[in-house]
């Protein structure tokens, strides 16, 4: 049986009472089977971690208590809306593959990381761009990705995400600054 098989039947069934998660979670798995075959990654790869990014969107503190550092507790304390991110990924690792880059992709989804893999850029941009997002944010950073531009999408992406966060009067996550500077060097380098 395929990866991405096992985590389809997995995450419908964890998630079968919130039928409007699982839309958007197949519709990031679509997205990141579309950018693994543009951009040559291993698409069984892609497809699992795609549909295991939000397994544990609903999972309890005490859950992840059972699989998460100190410190990556401590640090949900504060940002709260990591644990999902991270409790996913070691249920990647526990129910699916021990695949290292898999594991990356799903832990870093929310903000990604400097120096992101091919795979971890992915799905990042695949959660925010997947086909179900309305928002008019999401549609033009959609319409950048699908023209072929990957970086600036990411950059749009956490620009985007930044301003949406402070409007709400929240903080950015110190790992948003820093993989927002590396978009930024990035794109302004190609034009020197
Ligand atoms: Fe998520
Ligand atoms: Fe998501």
Not at 15 to 35: F, N, S, Y
Not at 48 to 62: G, I, Q, T, V, W
Not at 86 to 111: G, R, T, W
């Amino acid at each position: 049986m395929q990866l991405s098989d096992k985590a389809l039947k997995l995450v419908s069934d964890h998630l079968k009472d919130h039928q409007k998660r699982l839309t958007h979670i197949l519709g990031v798995c679509e997205m990141a089977e579309t950018l693994a075959l543009r951009y040559n990654v291993d698409l069984d790869l892609a497809k699992s971690s795609a549909l295991m990014h939000d397994y544990s969107k609903y999972d309890s503190y005490e859950e992840a208590s059972k699989y998460l550092t100190k410190e990556e507790l401590e640090e949900c304390y504060k940002y709260p809306f990591m644990l999902h991110a991270y409790l996913s990924a070691y249920k990647y690792k526990e129910l699916i593959s021990d695949n290292k880059d898999s594991f990356n992709a799903i832990y870093n989804h929310v903000f990604g990381r400097p120096n992101m893999s091919i795979l971890e850029k992915i799905i990042m941009i695949s959660d925010y761009t997947e086909k179900n997002r309305t928002y008019p944010d999401c549609i033009e950073v959609r319409k950048i990705l699908l023209d072929g531009d990957l970086d600036l999408a990411i950059y749009e992406s956490l620009v985007r995400t930044i301003k949406h966060c402070e409007g709400e009067g929240k903080v950015a996550h110190p790992r948003q600054l820093e993989v927002l500077k590396e978009y930024e060097e990035r794109i302004k380098n190609r034009w020197i």
